[in-house]
T-cell receptor, first 114, second 112 residues
Framework: AQKITQTQPGMFVQEKEAVTLDCTYD???????LFWYKQPSSGEMIFLIY??????QNATEGRYSLNFQKARKSANLVISASQLGDSAMYFC???????????FGAGTRLFVKA | SAVISQKPSRDICQRGTSLTIQCQVD?????MFWYRQQPGQSLTLIAT?????????ESGFVIDKFPISRPNLTFSTLTVSNMSPEDSSIYLC?????????FGPGTRLTVT
């Protein structure tokens, strides 16, 4: 069965510093996609970044990068130069390309300090 | 990309009543997904809705409690029936587009 694990319930980071949010996953499907979403207090789910299991390069989107280590089954999100507006809940998610279902981790709440 | 709207954005309902949530997408999509997010929790998939066929429900969710309609490729509804306080959650509609998954703004439901 597929599983996503986020072991950090909460994280603190100083403004302008980088932070890494951990995510490990488990699947027997060789083809899958990994996602990170941001959920501010308003409740909306904001797509941040996507990594395909066959992608050779780590995905990057502006200040967000995904540290994909396939052998370790980890897909950590790195946020560079943190901003106060980055304070939110962050969810790691995985979808197998066959089933089209996405499962979510428990989430990590990030607090950015001024 | 896909832009999704949901109605209502929030509601307070009495136990025993039902609420229908609407989801509208700005483009035609094959599959639409309904998620529930209970307070302080992660997202849980309720069901997958394909146009022209019955929705596929995940374990723990049944059609009698969460009937879904999918009349065309841009619209779906989720009804939360015979509500109890345990149904208080955010309900989110979602679609796939270009290998990305997009979410609506959510419907924040409180059952008293």
């Amino acid at each position: 069965a597929q599983k996503i694990t986020q072991t950090q319930p909460g994280m603190f980071v100083q403004e302008k510093e980088a932070v890494t949010l951990d995510c490990t996953y488990d699947t027997s499907d060789p083809s899958y996609g990994l996602f990170w979403y941001k959920q501010p207090s308003s409740g909306e789910m904001i797509f941040l970044i996507y990594q395909g299991s066959y992608d050779q390069q780590n995905a990057t989107e502006g200040r967000y990068s995904l540290n994909f280590q396939k052998a370790r089954k980890s897909a950590n999100l790195v946020i560079s130069a943190s901003q106060l507006g980055d304070s939110a809940m962050y969810f790691c998610a995985m979808r197998d390309t066959g089933g089209f279902k996405t499962i979510f981790g428990a989430g990590t709440r990030l607090f950015v300090k001024a | 990309s896909a832009v999704i709207s949901q109605k209502p954005s929030r509601d307070i309902c009495q136990r025993g009543t039902s609420l229908t949530i609407q989801c509208q997408v700005d483009s035609q999509v094959t599959m639409m997904f309904w998620y529930r997010q209970q307070p302080g929790q992660s997202l849980t998939l309720i069901a997958t809705a394909n146009q022209g066929s019955e929705a596929t429900y995940e374990s723990g969710f049944v059609i009698d409690k969460f009937p879904i309609s999918r009349p065309n490729l841009t619209f779906s509804t989720l009804t939360v029936s015979n509500m109890s306080p345990e149904d208080s959650s955010i309900y989110l509609c979602s679609v796939d587009a270009d290998y990305e998954q997009y979410f609506g703004p959510g419907t924040r439901l409180t059952v008293t």
